[in-house]
């Protein structure tokens, strides 16, 4: 079973920042240091060991810490750093791998005597590279412990890496640059471990540690010439007979650095011999797909799941990208929203020049729109004649400075999402056309990760519509309301300024302006508070209705040429629900009856007594009038908020709050209308009774 790449454990990755300071002390290391037990075990043997147990037995930290010295703590730190994740990798029992350790150990020794001897600011930084530099074949072998045997314990040289190249389609030191690339260290070391193989030539002006790594390399490589040594030495500024002295001295300190941290440097035993071969073809394709699977599908998903934002995930996916196939630029192109075009995003270095692009997906001759309409992997290059190249695939060119381009069309669940856009250099068009599938992988890891992100943005984006919809719903709800007694509020007032003027009785006028400024402040409060209490409680809707009808007859809201009647038995029916919203309900029926009878006539709200429906018991009330009538275009669509047929100050909101809030008394309502007039029956639950009082319905 394919291995998971390891990541640095963070305490590590803390220590190894602290030791490429030259400010760094020991009591900075010792706070560090105190989180990693194993790093605390191992900093007390060394400091208990024959090399430092001179004045006695180091019995804490800090006092093993003053033993060793700031030197040796950051040597000891950066090997037991590498060796956790050496030992995560490795299987136990699987192999000797001290012969391993050992030319990492050396590598990393030679490349810290380099660059001390050139002058480099960081050594240690250097010999942690030296360490690493071939941290992916040890990764290689933990995924494919049998077909990679051979090769593991093979000389590492270049006949290695084109032997990985023809059987796994990528090479150990691409695998070791990605997997270091994951730590995010503040380093070049990613790219030290990258280009160790790489000709001299083009690392002539690269930078210090990319050279430093090479030449460790290439002096711990038997299979190296003196003149190919020489060459090597000269990135570094080296004469042969300095690399000799440097050759002299790294053996030397790596066998006293050996016993004082208690390394086991034998070499290994002789490498097994090359596993029984089975079918070429089914050999090469389990191999590949075993990396891929543990380079693509483990730590891509993982990489891009850990992006905050569609910015840091566009960002990881084209870095990557330029990364992993050695791509000159990238960049990605998302659908818009009318998914017919292929718009810039803004983020890259290039954001600004692709800001303003678009890409139709219809455009004739477009490698890139057919590409993403065809969902594959396509190529085009600057060859190409003039009529087969769009124009933007040839500003692209310009824009990576490239003569070939390479489409990576995002998509997921059927749904076309993007594409990625790369350019690179003809010479290294073969090695791409070998890793299609390679490609095709990295294109489907990065869609799932966009098209998760893009489905998360939907969810937000629509929980943020509903709610405001809502509110906007609720706002103009409570306009509605807040009018009804306000309504009632000025009409009083009207009433209370001509009896003070006449120098009549005021009464009860008073009491009902503040009773209907209080239901102004409950309507306000509901708005406001979303989750609004419930009010509970027994209410009399026969007193209800007698109050609202009473508000109508006497605050003078009706025509005179209408008559407002009220027709209630003289008895009394309870129901579970508050006073507020039976005058809710029943003034907004009055009042759209009002409305609707400009002319004149009689409204009537009125009660048939109890009613027995499916087993519930009721009490059926209704509001009549002898208006012209409801169209049958209007009662097909009654209770719905609609814009209202009455002009200006009517919000269509009346019938469709009063059907919410008989809902909510668990009631029902409907309408029957003709030329002649309109009647509402509402059925509202009677409250629950006593046993006595069941009884008497009996």
Same mark, same amino acid.
């Given at each position: 079973?394919?291995?998971?790449?390891?990541?640095?454990?963070?305490?590590?990755?803390?220590?190894?920042?602290?030791?490429?300071?030259?400010?760094?002390?020991?009591?900075?290391?010792?706070?560090?240091?105190?989180?990693?037990?194993?790093?605390?075990?191992?900093?007390?043997?060394?400091?208990?060991?024959?090399?430092?147990?001179?004045?006695?037995?180091?019995?804490?930290?800090?006092?093993?810490?003053?033993?060793?010295?700031?030197?040796?703590?950051?040597?000891?730190?950066?090997?037991?750093?590498?060796?956790?994740?050496?030992?995560?990798?490795?299987?136990?029992?699987?192999?000797?791998?001290?012969?391993?350790?050992?030319?990492?150990?050396?590598?990393?020794?030679?490349?810290?005597?380099?660059?001390?001897?050139?002058?480099?600011?960081?050594?240690?930084?250097?010999?942690?590279?030296?360490?690493?530099?071939?941290?992916?074949?040890?990764?290689?072998?933990?995924?494919?412990?049998?077909?990679?045997?051979?090769?593991?314990?093979?000389?590492?040289?270049?006949?290695?890496?084109?032997?990985?190249?023809?059987?796994?389609?990528?090479?150990?030191?691409?695998?070791?640059?990605?997997?270091?690339?994951?730590?995010?260290?503040?380093?070049?070391?990613?790219?030290?471990?990258?280009?160790?193989?790489?000709?001299?030539?083009?690392?002539?002006?690269?930078?210090?540690?990319?050279?430093?790594?090479?030449?460790?390399?290439?002096?711990?490589?038997?299979?190296?010439?003196?003149?190919?040594?020489?060459?090597?030495?000269?990135?570094?500024?080296?004469?042969?007979?300095?690399?000799?002295?440097?050759?002299?001295?790294?053996?030397?300190?790596?066998?006293?650095?050996?016993?004082?941290?208690?390394?086991?440097?034998?070499?290994?035993?002789?490498?097994?011999?090359?596993?029984?071969?089975?079918?070429?073809?089914?050999?090469?394709?389990?191999?590949?797909?075993?990396?891929?699977?543990?380079?693509?599908?483990?730590?891509?998903?993982?990489?891009?799941?850990?992006?905050?934002?569609?910015?840091?995930?566009?960002?990881?996916?084209?870095?990557?990208?330029?990364?992993?196939?050695?791509?000159?630029?990238?960049?990605?192109?998302?659908?818009?929203?009318?998914?017919?075009?292929?718009?810039?995003?803004?983020?890259?270095?290039?954001?600004?020049?692709?800001?303003? /692009?678009?890409?139709?997906?219809?455009?004739?001759?477009?490698?890139?729109?057919?590409?993403?309409?065809?969902?594959?992997?396509?190529?085009?290059?600057?060859?190409?004649?003039?009529?087969?190249?769009?124009?933007?695939?040839?500003?692209?060119?310009?824009? /990576?400075?490239?003569?070939?381009?390479?489409?990576?069309?995002?998509?997921?669940?059927?749904?076309?999402?993007?594409?990625?856009?790369?350019?690179?250099?003809?010479?290294?068009?073969?090695?791409?056309?070998?890793?299609?599938?390679?490609?095709?992988?990295?294109?489907?890891?990065?869609?799932?990760?966009?098209?998760?992100?893009?489905?998360?943005?939907?969810?937000?984006?629509?929980? &943020?519509?509903?709610?405001?919809?809502?509110?906007?719903?609720?706002?103009?709800?409570?306009?509605?309301?807040?009018?009804?007694?306000?309504?009632?509020?000025?009409?009083?007032?009207?009433?209370?300024?001509?009896?003070?003027?006449?120098?009549?009785?005021?009464?009860?006028?008073?009491?009902?302006?503040?009773?209907?400024?209080?239901?102004?402040?409950?309507?306000?409060?509901?708005?406001?508070?979303?989750?609004?209490?419930?009010?509970?409680?027994?209410?009399?809707?026969?007193?209800?209705?007698?109050?609202? &009808?009473?508000? /109508?007859?006497?605050?003078?809201?009706?025509?005179?040429?209408?008559?407002?009647?009220?027709?209630?038995?003289?008895?009394?029916?309870?129901?579970?629900?508050?006073?507020?919203?039976?005058?809710?309900?029943?003034?907004?029926?009055?009042?759209?009856?009002?409305?609707?009878?400009?002319?004149?006539? &009689?409204?009537?709200?009125?009660?048939?007594?109890?009613?027995?429906?499916?087993?519930?018991?009721?009490?059926?009330?209704?509001?009549?009038?002898?208006?012209?009538?409801?169209?049958?275009?209007?009662?097909?669509?009654?209770?719905?908020?609609?814009?209202?047929?009455?002009?200006?100050?009517?919000?269509?909101?009346?019938?469709?709050?009063?059907?919410?809030? &008989?809902?909510?008394?668990?009631?029902?309502?409907?309408?029957?209308?003709?030329?002649?007039?309109?009647?509402?029956?509402?059925?509202?639950?009677?409250?629950?009774?006593?046993?006595?009082?069941?009884?008497?319905?009996?």
């Amino acid at each position: 079973m394919a291995a998971r790449l390891p990541s640095m454990p963070q305490t590590l990755l803390k220590l190894m920042e602290q030791c490429q300071s030259e400010e760094v002390g020991v009591a900075d290391l010792s706070r560090l240091i105190a989180q990693d037990t194993a790093m605390t075990a191992k900093m007390l043997a060394v400091a208990n060991s024959s090399a430092y147990h001179r004045n006695g037995p180091s019995n804490g930290l800090d006092q093993a810490l003053q033993a060793i010295g700031t030197e040796m703590i950051k040597t000891i730190v950066i090997n037991e750093s590498v060796s956790q994740i050496f030992d995560k990798l490795s299987q136990s029992g699987s192999a000797d791998l001290r012969g391993f350790w050992s030319h990492s150990v050396q590598s990393g020794m030679t490349a810290k005597v380099i660059a001390l001897r050139i002058g480099y600011s960081n050594p240690e930084e250097a010999y942690l590279a030296g360490l690493l530099h071939d941290v992916g074949r040890l990764a290689l072998f933990a995924i494919l412990p049998k077909e990679y045997a051979f090769n593991f314990f093979a000389p590492d040289d270049d006949n290695l890496c084109a032997v990985e190249e023809r059987t796994l389609q990528t090479t150990h030191a691409e695998v070791g640059s990605w997997l270091i690339e994951q730590w995010s260290l503040d380093s070049f070391i990613a790219d030290s471990v990258l280009y160790h193989h790489e000709a001299p030539a083009r690392l002539e002006k690269a930078h210090p540690l990319i050279r430093i790594t090479y030449l460790a390399h290439a002096l711990n490589s038997s299979a190296l010439t003196d003149a190919q040594l020489e060459k090597a030495g000269a990135l570094c500024g080296l004469k042969l007979s300095d690399l000799n002295d440097i050759r002299g001295r790294v053996t030397d300190q790596v066998k006293k650095s050996a016993q004082q941290l208690d390394i086991d440097l034998e070499e290994e035993v002789q490498p097994p011999a090359p596993v029984a071969p089975v079918a070429k073809d089914v050999t090469k394709d389990k191999m590949i797909e075993q990396v891929r699977g543990m380079v693509l599908a483990s730590e891509l998903g993982r990489s891009f799941s850990r992006q905050q934002g569609e910015s840091g995930l566009l960002e990881t996916i084209a870095k990557s990208a330029r990364i992993l196939f050695h791509f000159d630029g990238a960049v990605i192109l998302l659908m818009n929203g009318t998914r017919d075009a292929l718009v810039g995003s803004r983020v890259g270095e290039h954001r600004l020049r692709l800001a303003d /692009f678009s890409l139709p997906l219809d455009t004739d001759g477009s490698v890139i729109a057919e590409a993403v309409r065809e969902r594959r992997v396509m190529f085009t290059n600057v060859q190409q004649a003039g009529e087969e190249m769009g124009v933007f695939e040839e500003q692209l060119l310009r824009l /990576f400075n490239t003569d070939q381009l390479a489409c990576l069309p995002l998509h997921a669940d059927g749904v076309s999402l993007g594409v990625i856009l790369a350019g690179f250099m003809a010479w290294q068009a073969d090695d791409l056309g070998k890793r299609e599938s390679f490609l095709k992988t990295f294109s489907s890891q990065a869609s799932i990760a966009l098209r998760t992100l893009l489905n998360e943005k939907d969810e937000a984006d629509n929980m &943020v519509e509903n709610l405001s919809r809502n509110y906007r719903e609720a706002s103009r709800k409570v306009a509605h309301e807040v009018n009804n007694p306000l309504s009632i509020i000025k009409n009083y007032l009207g009433i209370l300024d001509r009896k003070l003027l006449n120098r009549e009785v005021v009464s009860g006028e008073v009491t009902i302006l503040n009773e209907e400024i209080d239901r102004v402040g409950k309507i306000i409060d509901e708005f406001v508070d979303v989750n609004v209490v419930e009010q509970s409680g027994k209410t009399d809707i026969s007193r209800v209705v007698g109050e609202v &009808v009473r508000l /109508f007859q006497q605050a003078e809201f009706a025509s005179p040429l209408v008559k407002i009647e009220n027709r209630m038995l003289d008895e009394s029916f309870e129901i579970d629900g508050s006073a507020d919203t039976l005058k809710q309900i029943f003034m907004n029926l009055i009042k759209n009856a009002l409305e609707a009878m400009s002319g004149g006539g &009689v409204i009537e709200v009125g009660s048939h007594g109890l009613v027995n429906r499916d087993g519930v018991l009721y009490v059926e009330t209704w509001v009549k009038d002898t208006g012209p009538g409801i169209s049958p275009e209007v009662m097909a669509k009654l209770f719905s908020p609609v814009k209202s047929s009455k002009g200006k100050g009517h919000s269509g909101l009346g019938l469709n709050i009063v059907h919410g809030l &008989v809902k909510k008394l668990q009631g029902l309502i409907s309408c029957r209308s003709t030329k002649q007039g309109t009647t509402f029956e509402i059925l509202l639950p009677v409250a629950q009774r006593t046993e006595h009082d069941s009884v008497a319905y009996s």
